[in-house]
């Protein structure tokens, strides 16, 4: 391969307390509760919004409570609370959630259905930011990192403004990718153990009917009622057991990738559904991904296609919305303090430093928390092995396929930025390394600005 010698640069430099890369589900959390605990803070975002997944991905919140639907007796409790639920109170003032809608069928995979209307999910992010004070640089791209020995000295942006070094205290990566710890040298791995997606919302749809359609070959496999179109008692999520339709349908949806899960805040909308696809190699992989993003577009046709002629109600089905890029389920996971093993998260484990407490798995009924408990995050999940002032939080911790199969999901990332943010402008203010902040500092700090921590 030819190469180039790129001439060196002197970069105009920026200074912060925190700098938070990526803006996504847990990267806007992250800078909300740096800002607001006092740190200057710069929150890098690739795109021209804010939100990550949760605006690209994913169809409902998982999960802000404890699964007790699936175990008599066992007491319903929002154990995810603070600055995810001020999301959510947001939301819910500019009719853009469908609420914590309980599920009446399928609660044995998750007992509330939190859906979103992703565009003002974008909005009120942003506005929140804004009035926490946070330096927020969109459509700006982390491209490498300044690291001496055991610490990272910068972030290297570049953005239509050129390339500019932002100096900080404290880093928190949250890009997903994991881009910044991988760019300061820290370890990872790339277990390539996912398929990526691109998710579509698709209007000119019709919940009923498709409710219908699954009662019809007795597939329901999900069901919920909530806020749709400004009116409560509305259908929000719907989940097809595959195995059950019609095998025309079926053995399609299977070779195109495409999940018969949807939710809706929107009367004739689903939102979304996912195609998926397994690359052959790491999603950092920029040919391949390449080559994907036109994959899965045609998936998507595939699948409209499909919608159209076995879904009732569904002739005029078109695709609304897509994700700008494709979606990973992981991409880089960084070597971390501690690695949440599978054992802490069925057994329901906590520990002395944790920074929040969770109930959801994502292959419920198969892997559930165990007596519909909770387990603990501990802080030292989060901080980056081999450096002072590095953390992380996201989808880019936790190794194992499973345990990460509860860590990745939306709502835990959301908990787990506020408590990397809390950390870090703590350790900002008195100048600290991230393993020299006392962890009762810490817990009352997240206590204080409303994290649910007890009764588990
Ligand atoms: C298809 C799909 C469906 C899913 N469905 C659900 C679901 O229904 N419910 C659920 O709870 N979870 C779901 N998940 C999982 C969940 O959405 C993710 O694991 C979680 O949102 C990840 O959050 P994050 O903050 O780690 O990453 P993200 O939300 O992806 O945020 C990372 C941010 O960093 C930015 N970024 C990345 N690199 C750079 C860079 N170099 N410079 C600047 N910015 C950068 C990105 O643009 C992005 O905004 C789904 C995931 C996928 C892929």
Redesign the pocket.
Known sequence: MDTYQEPAKELSTRDFDVVV???????VVTALASARRGAETAL????GY?????VE??????SFYNLWKAFPGVKKRQVVKGIPQEIIDRLKEEGGTSGHAEMDVGYDYDSVCTAIDTEIYKLVTLEMLKEAGVHLFLN????GALSEENSVQGAVVESRSGRELFRAHTFID????G?LAAYAGADYEEPNDHPV?N?MGVANVNLEEYHKFLEKHNALREYAEGFRSGEEGKIVRLHANMDQLPEAFRTKAREIGMAAVTTSVHDDYFMFI?LNYKMPVSPTDRDEVTKAELKLRRQQKQAIELIREYIPGCKKAFVARSSPSL???RGRVINCDYDIPLDDVLEGRHFEDEIMVYGFHDLAPRLQIKDGGTYGIPYRALRVQGFSNLLAA???ITSDFDAHMST????C?MGQGQAAGTAAALCARKNLGIRELSFDKLKKALIEDGVYFSDY
């Open positions: 890369a990526g803006g996504g589900t847990a990267g890098i975002e690739a795109k804010t939100g990550g997944l949760v991905g994913g169809t409902a919140l998982h700006t791209f982390l491209c949250t890009t997903g990718y881009d997606a998710s996912k979606c990973i389920r996201g989808m880019n990745r999901n939306t709502v990332c």
